[in-house]
């Protein structure tokens, strides 16, 4: 199975802008879809952006126009650009994938990285 590494996370004021990058290994990246999610202390984890294999695009409501998904197949590399960051951006991000993308949106695959810790200060 496909193995996750997030990493680009950290302290940042809000207006600031953070790049978080997941890093796959395996063979198959190219056709699987990729997908971001967060979760906040106390919260359950949520949907924040998702990538098919052919480069269609989905995102929660909350990030719209702030957020940015993309992804570097040569690379095996999915990206997440964050700009206007708010305080309630504050959460441990996670990327997963899966070769649908319904299924990778909905969390329906077990192949989370550790995630990277996003703190936005007001």
């Known amino acids: 199975q496909v193995q996750l590494v997030e990493s680009g996370g950290g302290l940042v004021q809000a207006g600031g802008s953070l790049r978080l990058s997941c890093a796959a290994s395996g063979r198959t990246f190219s056709n699987y879809a990729v997908g971001w999610f967060r979760q906040a202390p106390g919260k359950e984890r949520e949907f924040v952006a998702a990538?098919?294999?052919?480069?269609?695009?989905n995102y929660a409501d909350s990030v719209k126009g702030r957020f940015t998904i993309s992804r570097d197949n040569d690379k095996k590399t999915v990206y997440l650009q964050m700009n206007s960051l708010k305080p309630e951006d504050t959460a441990v991000y996670y990327c997963?994938?899966?070769?649908?993308?319904?299924?990778?949106?909905?969390?329906?695959?077990?192949?989370w990285g550790q995630g990277t810790q996003v703190t936005v200060s007001s």
């Open positions: 990538i098919s294999w052919s480069g269609n695009t």
């Open positions: 997963n994938a899966g070769p649908n993308l319904i299924t990778v949106v909905a969390g329906g695959y077990d192949n």
